[in-house]
């Protein structure tokens, strides 16, 4: 099994909205992403959590709140975002050394 | 110099042809390696990992790496109208905290 599932698939919020996003593994692995993804351009890593610390962050706007609750499970907090954070979020997860594996994704969209 | 390269295409080969997906990093000390294949509005979804010098094969697909010349890259044989996508070549560089960066991706376009 090598599935990452992210809620919801689509999102669209105001400017003035909090919302999260989730992602949920069962790997067992060890590490997480959130990647933002805008059209015709790669994925853009925001935030890893490693053994569900917070590891790397890519200097990531505050709007943007990641949480660890556990090593399954990885959450995106958003809040007062603009309309040009509209894009693909993509959640991930990987083993220490091995492939990392994506979830379907969240299409937010800021309005 | 960005960290991962592409050409970002699009490559445009006929059915049953072979397409050659290139790709160079620039942190000599990355060791892990990988393709993934992104259709229009979808994830990325792997295909391939790599971590030795020389050639990995999966069915159609071969990866091939080159430490010394910092070069991986992805060769597709008899490719298919449904291997039409964009594929991004992805390095884990050495940083400690086991970062995944993503070249721009070459988009593949197979024509029947």
């Known amino acids: 099994d090598t599935e990452v599932t992210q809620t919801p698939k689509h999102l669209v919020m105001g400017m003035t909205n909090k919302k999260s996003l989730k992602c949920e593994q069962h790997?067992?692995?060890?590490?997480m992403y959130w990647y933002k993804q805008k059209a015709k351009k790669p994925p853009e890593l925001m935030f890893v959590?490693?053994?569900?610390?917070?590891?790397i962050n890519e200097s990531v706007p505050s709007r943007f709140s990641p949480e660890c609750p556990n090593s399954s499970l990885l959450n995106l907090h958003l809040h007062a975002l603009q309309p040009e954070d509209s894009a693909l979020y993509l959640c991930?997860?990987?083993?220490?050394?091995?492939?990392?594996?994506f979830g379907q994704g969240t299409r937010l969209t800021v309005v | 110099q960005k960290e991962v390269e592409q050409n970002s295409g699009p490559l445009s080969v006929p059915e049953g042809a072979i397409a050659s997906l290139n790709c160079t990093y620039s942190?000599?000390?990355?060791?892990?390696f990988f393709w993934y294949r992104q259709y229009s509005g979808k994830s990325p979804e792997l295909i391939m990992s790599?971590?030795?010098?020389g050639d990995k094969e999966d069915g159609r697909f071969t990866a091939q790496l080159n430490k010394a010349s910092q070069y991986v890259s992805l060769l597709i044989r008899d490719s298919q109208p449904s291997d039409s996508a964009t594929y991004l070549c992805?390095?884990?560089?050495?940083?400690?905290?086991?970062?995944?960066?993503f070249g721009t991706g070459t988009r593949l376009l197979v024509s029947p």
């Open positions: 991930a997860s990987r083993m220490a050394l091995g492939e990392a594996f």
């Open positions: 790997m067992g692995h060890r590490a």
């Open positions: 959590y490693s053994y569900e610390k917070l590891s």
């Open positions: 942190d000599r000390g990355s060791q892990s």
């Open positions: 790599i971590y030795s010098n």
């Open positions: 992805a390095v884990k560089v050495n940083t400690g905290f086991q970062k995944l960066v």
